[in-house]
């Protein structure tokens, strides 16, 4: 199905929707995004995402060309014209088109792109049975290169790590920082249960503050469950009784192995089954 894509002011039909081979979003990397949820035809948090992009902006030295509120009605206006109820959104800013050089200064104009399509879901049946991941060699970027808080265009840390995973037959892959902390896996946060508490990296680990992170933080506070911020080690994961992930796109999933051992059971726990229902509720019922 041919999609309406928004691009820098005016909705293309997507075999319309082009750039140009000089835009440094293509030739470097250079630019931000964001990946956004549509449930029943509203966007979930969209304030909250419009906020990280335009702060994943702010720290690149990109001023993007249209205020906040003005790309919160484009965003809107895409999930409308496309008809998209439970749909996911790609929202591209990108430095524009420039010279073959690096400086930034030389590129004209940062063009928006807005793609609102049908969402690519895990496999029902791993929210069931929980998925198993490994980690992987490939250290999450250090925060003094490129910081994992900025959603940049630049994903190759987060590529190879996921090729690396898939070589061991893993669909995601947990990531560790610098430190040799547990960060974030490929495109998703990391949280465990154990002794009734939930634990997640902080963000000074090195990770993306997700929005996913934080409504389930806020599940966890609602249900009296506690929730630490603490740094974490490979350790911490092997002995927790429950381990899941969130993401825009995945929700919360719970995860049953790592590094090929069984966490608590081996089987998706009461903890991460309760929030996954509180999460859900949520989506119904505040996007
Ligand atoms: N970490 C990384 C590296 C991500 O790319 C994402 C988004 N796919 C997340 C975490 C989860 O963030 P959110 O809940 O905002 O989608």
């Not at 063009?111 to 690519?120: F, T």
């Not at 974030?184 to 634990?199: H, K, M, S, Y």
């Not at 995860?255 to 949520?282: A, H, M, Y």
């Amino acid at each position: 199905m041919s999609r309406q894509i928004y691009l820098s002011g005016k909705f293309v039909p997507q075999e319309d929707a082009k750039i140009s081979v000089f835009d440094h979003g293509l030739l470097y990397g250079d630019g931000v995004f964001e990946g956004l949820r549509s449930y029943d035809g509203k966007v979930f948090r969209l304030h909250e995402h419009i906020v990280r992009l335009y702060e994943s902006a702010k720290a690149i030295w990109l001023t993007i060309p249209m205020s906040q509120d003005q790309m919160c009605d484009a965003v809107n206006e895409s999930v409308r014209i496309n008809k998209i109820d439970d749909g996911y959104i790609r929202l591209v800013v990108t430095r524009g088109a420039g010279t073959l050089g690096l400086d930034p200064n030389r590129c004209s104009h940062p063009q928006v792109i807005i793609i609102a399509d049908a969402i690519s879901l895990y496999p029902k049946e791993l929210y069931e049975k929980g998925l198993e991941i490994i980690t992987v060699s490939v250290q999450r970027m250090h925060p003094a290169a490129l910081n994992p808080r900025i959603k940049s265009l630049n994903y190759l840390n987060n590529i190879l790590a996921k090729i690396e995973g898939l070589q061991a037959g893993c669909i995601e892959a947990l990531m560790l920082n610098h430190k040799g902390e547990v960060a974030e896996c490929t495109g998703d946060n990391i949280f465990l249960v154990r002794r009734g508490a939930l634990w997640t990296p902080p963000l000074e680990a090195g990770i993306l503050e997700g929005i996913t992170r934080d409504a389930v933080i806020e599940c966890a506070q609602a249900a009296g469950i506690e929730v630490r911020e603490t740094p974490l080690t490979k350790h911490d994961v092997y002995i927790a009784d429950e381990c899941f992930l969130t993401g825009t796109a995945a929700e919360v999933i719970p995860v049953v192995k790592v590094d090929s051992r069984p966490i608590g059971p081996g089987q998706p726990g009461p903890v991460t089954r309760d929030l996954e229902q509180r999460f859900k509720r949520l989506t119904q019922t505040s996007s």
